[in-house]
């Protein structure tokens, strides 16, 4: 008795099935290359319009809507294997991925001011995605592995639609304001060459599970499908794969034209984000559900960078970066709504990275 999808199934694949025994027949040479040879072929209007006003000097309200889509990426749809390193996590594309479909509505309302470029602003998102690409674990049937040694990480179109909304707040403001306050003092003037700065975005995205993730936790916990009295722990609406609950960015810059000298010191954060949906180690002919793998999230995460350049001739500058001053590391961790406590499923340290260029600029 089969308790659990097959392959084909979860990741969208069509291939012939013998209907008496629900078994993928015997292929051949041609429709295994038609199926590890996908191709995305399709002509698509998408519509767009946007409207901008400015009642006020300095103030501009913007609306916006837009028909998109997303294409997968070339390792979502690649059918070839990598190993993630310091694991041996096995990932492999899938070729039989779609597009998806977007729908997006914007607001913004802006005011600009002051002789420097001084900014607030507000903006609200709103978006509808069919079919979104999100990631999750499939049985490997090479692999004779009972539990999750025997999974490896792939690609879906969830056949649900995700909903997405968001607004974001973002400000800007030279220091020269401390002038305006009769603080006199030797070098006042050089406070209109600093200014700072951020943004922060709070996003609401959500899509229920697929029918296949629900099925496999049912199928775990010895639920049968429908059956309203039993495992009730999971909830069937997760967050979106890849969007995070929200992001914050803050500078301070350093800005002197006539000494040719921009220094920038910004730091980045991120709150968790959905990295694989959770899915059942199977066995083989998917007959026991051996094991479930809870949702997995990277962990929330901030880093600090610092970019300076200097003209040291007439259009000739040099530059240099460093990313990632902090040495932050990134943990990934199971979804802590489905745990006691935050359980970190593996940390890894990108560690700093050091640039250096130099440019020149001529001017016809």
Do not use: C, H
């Not at 300095?58 to 310091?86: D, K, M, N």
């Not at 070729?95 to 914007?106: A, M, N, R, T």
């Amino acid at each position: 008795m089969q308790l659990s999808a097959f392959n084909d199934q979860i990741l969208g694949i069509d291939v012939p099935v013998d209907p008496t025994t629900g078994i993928v027949d015997l292929l051949t040479r041609e429709q295994i290359l038609a199926l590890v040879n996908g191709e995305i072929d399709e002509t698509k209007i998408l519509p767009s319009a946007g409207i901008t006003y400015r009642p006020i000097e300095g103030l501009t309200l913007r609306a916006a809507f837009s028909q998109t889509v997303a294409r997968p990426s070339f390792r979502e749809v690649g059918y070839y294997v990598t190993v993630e390193p310091g694991t041996d996590e096995q990932t492999v594309g899938n070729p039989q991925l779609g597009i998806s479909e977007v729908e997006s509505y914007d607001a913004r309302v802006e005011y600009v001011f002051g002789d420097l470029g001084d900014l607030v602003a507000f903006s609200a998102f709103y978006k509808v995605i069919d079919d979104p690409i999100e990631s999750t674990f499939v049985r490997n049937p090479l692999n004779r592995e009972t539990g999750a040694q025997g999974l490896f990480r792939t690609f879906f179109n969830n056949p649900n639609t995700a909903r997405l909304w968001g607004i974001e707040v973002e400000a800007r403001k030279s220091l020269d304001f401390l002038e305006w306050l009769g603080l006199d003092f030797p070098g006042a003037e050089i406070l209109e060459s600093f200014s700072i700065g951020g943004n922060y975005s709070y996003i609401e995205a959500s899509v229920a599970r697929s029918p296949f993730e629900v099925a496999r936790v049912q199928n775990f916990f010895s639920v049968a499908p429908g059956d309203r009295a039993g495992y009730n722990g999971l909830k069937r609406e997760r967050r979106l794969f890849g969007q995070p609950e929200w992001i914050a960015n803050a500078d301070i810059t350093f800005d002197r034209e006539e000494w040719g000298t921009s220094i920038t010191l910004a730091v980045f954060a991120i709150s968790d984000v959905l990295d694989t949906a959770g899915a059942a180690g199977v066995s083989q002919d998917l007959t026991t559900v051996n094991e479930y793998i809870l949702d997995r999230y990277l962990d929330s995460y901030y880093q600090l960078d610092l970019v300076a350049s200097q003209e040291i001739w007439k259009g000739l500058t040099l530059k240099m970066s460093v990313k990632n001053l902090t040495d932050t590391a990134r943990r990934r961790i199971f979804d802590p709504e489905q745990t006691s406590s935050k359980i970190v499923d593996r940390t890894r340290r990108s560690g700093r990275d050091w640039s250096f260029s130099v440019g020149y600029k001529v001017d016809f």
